[in-house]
């Protein structure tokens, strides 16, 4: 499968953004579907997981209350709602795709090319 993410951008402290990536190739609803970051010299982090339905969500602690992870798999996309976005939010932002959901990133198969999110002060 082929990820796409688009919709970073630049954006003030308390904004909002919503961030897709659309999906090619096999079975989107195939997937569970996650969400990463990675800030300048850290570690790339788990922000938020679906199921291949989108029964089950899983978020991590720095961001639950403020993301929303969703999917629509009549249009192959899952989406990540951000709302009162902050500074240690400022991000490469990736989507990737494996068979079950996780939280882990070497658990998954497949990955997007990444989509900058920068939250200014």
């Known amino acids: 499968v082929q990820l796409q993410a688009s919709g970073g951008g630049l954006v003030q402290a308390g904004g909002s953004l919503r961030l897709s990536c659309a999906a090619s190739g096999r079975t989107f609803s195939s997937y569970a579907m996650g969400w990463f970051r990675q800030a300048p010299g850290k570690e790339r982090e788990f922000v938020a997981a679906?199921?291949?339905?989108?029964?089950?969500?899983y978020y991590a602690d720095s961001v639950k209350g403020r993301f929303t992870i969703s999917r629509d798999n009549a249009k192959n996309t899952v989406y990540l709602q951000m709302n009162s976005l902050k500074p240690e939010d400022t991000a490469v932002y990736y989507c990737?795709?494996?068979?079950?959901?996780?939280?882990?990133?070497?658990?998954?198969?497949?990955w997007g090319q990444g989509t900058l999110v920068t939250v200014s002060s």
């Open positions: 679906i199921s291949r339905s989108g029964g089950t969500t």
């Open positions: 990737a795709a494996r068979g079950g959901i996780d939280y882990t990133a070497s658990q998954y198969d497949y």
